[in-house]
């Protein structure tokens, strides 16, 4: 193997993190843009401007620097450089850790709140005519170790393997600008910003950051709270995620699927989504 | 998806060094101009000593985070670098530690909103090669992904609220 083939990509794609750095800095400038709903507000985050010009610069034709060569390189930042926030939100986790402690409980059962989404999600998938898609599709929000667990035990051209791949791929585009408005959205009914703190760790990293980023925005008194909460269900959501697959969501989702699918599926015919 | 865990070379550490510095640096000049963003309008900025401050506290996020990865890189077992990180964030900060008050004064003059911004345009990059494989799901697709989504945050904050309740914490 080339010596420090890793690195002397990272060097020479360049033009990319120059491009990344001016992207940051016109969306800095922009700031926040509130749209008031109401009593409360739909807030726009420049991190959200970011990803969308990021994505913008990648698949329109006028940024000829940003093309395939720079796709392992990017995601190599993704992963690392959430690294940066991830260790922020860590600090103020250590700096808050009574209330962490405290919210234990609240913050262990939060995480079998997830299982919820397959008594809503599932019905729905087959009536749109789904059949074992829906399994990978509903049983979890699809991030990196959901999908593996479903490589493993059914592969990824199996018809679970290709339902958790749209959730996954559709949680890729658009999942963090989703879980952002919705944080907004959650903000204006009854539910504290604390329990919507904890929601926000069910995802990956940038969902993570988009939707406790709202909230902090939203109610800044309550910043280093809402970030211990997320950051902590966010690590809570990482230790159990796979466990918490192959013990309760899977066994569950398929159960279900056995008992709904006869009854809601009956009229449909086998259509695949993905095709 | 699981990665086999990737060998530790000269070249990862070198590579972890780097990402993590081309990240503070746009994460310096974005907290710098965020901060000057929520000042609008209050005043003049004091950019030079802004930059002063940010400063360490940005090493400090990139040394706990390069010894994360370091960790969760060369230590065997399924444990991710991002749990790592979390634990030294956390032993770090926690009252009664010597580091405490250095380690939370420093870092909190860095914004957690601009350490998401660089990430995340790196992230719409990386996202772009995913796009022709968006286009191929269809409405049915992309709408059950949604409610998968929305379904498992709304439960989650449901039973948050509820045991929450019970607590007397809220």
């Known amino acids: 193997m080339e010596k420090f083939k890793n690195t002397k990509e990272l060097l020479s794609n360049w033009p990319l993190h120059i491009t990344c750095f001016v992207i940051v800095i016109i969306c800095e400038c922009i700031g926040i843009i509130k749209i008031p709903v109401g009593n409360s507000s739909i807030m726009l985050l420049p991190m959200l401007f970011a990803m969308v010009i990021g994505m913008i610069v990648y698949i329109s034709k006028p940024f000829t620097w940003i093309n395939s060569k720079c796709d392992k390189t990017s995601s190599k930042f993704v992963v690392i450089g959430v690294s940066l926030l991830i260790a922020k939100m860590g600090i103020t986790s250590g700096a808050s850790i009574q209330s962490v402690i405290k919210a234990g409980p609240a913050l262990i059962f939060q995480e079998f709140g997830n299982l919820g989404t397959i008594f809503f999600a599932l019905p729905i998938a087959l009536l749109f005519g789904f059949k074992r898609e829906s399994i990978g599709l509903t049983y979890s929000i699809a991030r990196e170790p959901n999908v593996a667990v479903i490589a493993n035990e059914y592969t990824l051209d199996s018809p679970e393997g290709r339902g958790v791949m749209i959730t996954y791929t559709v949680g890729t585009l658009i999942g963090t600008i989703f879980v952002g408005l919705l944080a907004s959205i959650l903000a204006m009914t009854p539910l504290h910003p604390y329990a919507i703190a904890m929601a926000c760790g069910v995802g990956s990293g940038s969902m993570m950051a988009a939707s406790s980023g709202t909230l902090i925005a939203l109610f800044p008194n309550m910043a280093d709270q809402i970030s211990a909460y997320a950051a902590t269900s966010n690590i809570l959501s990482n230790i159990d995620g796979v466990v918490m697959a192959v013990v309760i969501s899977i066994p569950l989702t398929n159960f279900l699927y056995k008992h709904w699918e006869p009854i809601i599926g009956k009229r449909k015919k086998n259509k695949s989504e993905n095709n | ?170």
Request: one cysteine or more; glycine letters at 10%; hydrophobic letters at 55%.
């Open chain 2, 1 to 170: 998806m699981a990665k086999a865990k990737e060998k530790l070379t000269s070249d990862t550490f070198l590579e972890f060094t780097l990402v993590l510095l081309i990240t503070a640096v746009i994460c310096l000049i974005g907290n710098l101009i965020y901060a000057w963003a929520a000042a609008r309008g209050a005043g003049p900025v004091d950019w030079a000593a802004n930059f002063v401050q940010s400063v360490p506290g940005l090493l400090i996020l990139c040394g706990i985070s390069w010894v994360g990865l370091v960790m969760g890189a060369a230590i065997p077992g399924p444990v991710p670098s991002i749990i790592w990180i979390t634990v030294i964030g956390i032993v770090l900060s926690v009252p009664g530690m010597p580091t405490s008050k250095y380690v939370i004064d420093s870092t909190s003059k860095i914004a957690l909103l601009a350490t998401c911004t660089p990430v995340l345009a790196y992230a719409g990059v990386s996202m772009g090669k995913d796009w022709a494989e968006f286009k191929k799901i269809g409405w049915r697709g992309v709408l059950v992904s949604g409610l998968v989504m929305f379904g498992t945050f709304f439960g989650s904050a449901i039973v948050a609220e509820i045991i929450l309740k019970i607590q007397g914490i809220i």
